[in-house]
Nanobody
């Protein structure tokens, strides 16, 4: 069974950068499209980015476009989310999720497997 583990979160000042990792175990990740989601306190979980199974297609919501970059290294069984220009409104628990399909999307209902999340706090 596929298991996902996020890492790389932490406390960073506004304008700073973090790289989140989503490492898979149990099966190879190259059979799955991957999405990144986040949930801030008191808010609903929000899909922010995704990458297709092949890595050839990516998507970003407007609020992170140009600042975040999703990528995957199937040889390492890992998907990354490089986050630059972080803002206080990016503070949230970040989750990665996998769906057994070629295409990706930012709807939580599309995904079957979820990690436990990693906290990102942007504050001075």
């Amino acid at each position: 069974q596929l298991q996902l583990v996020e890492s790389g979160g932490g406390l960073v000042q506004p304008g700073g950068s973090l790289r989140l990792s989503c490492a898979a175990s149990g099966v190879t990740l190259d059979s799955y499209a991957i999405g990144w989601f986040r949930q801030a306190p008191g808010k609903e979980r929000e899909g922010i980015s995704c990458i297709s199974r092949s890595g050839g297609s990516t998507f970003y919501i407007d609020s992170v476009k140009g600042r975040f970059t999703i990528s995957r290294d199937n040889a390492k069984n890992t998907v990354y989310l490089q986050m630059n220009g972080l803002k206080p409104e990016d503070t949230a628990v970040y989750y990665c999720a996998a769906r057994s399909a070629a295409t990706c999307g930012v709807w939580a209902s599309w995904y079957n497997y979820w990690g436990q999340g990693t906290q990102v706090t942007v504050s001075s």
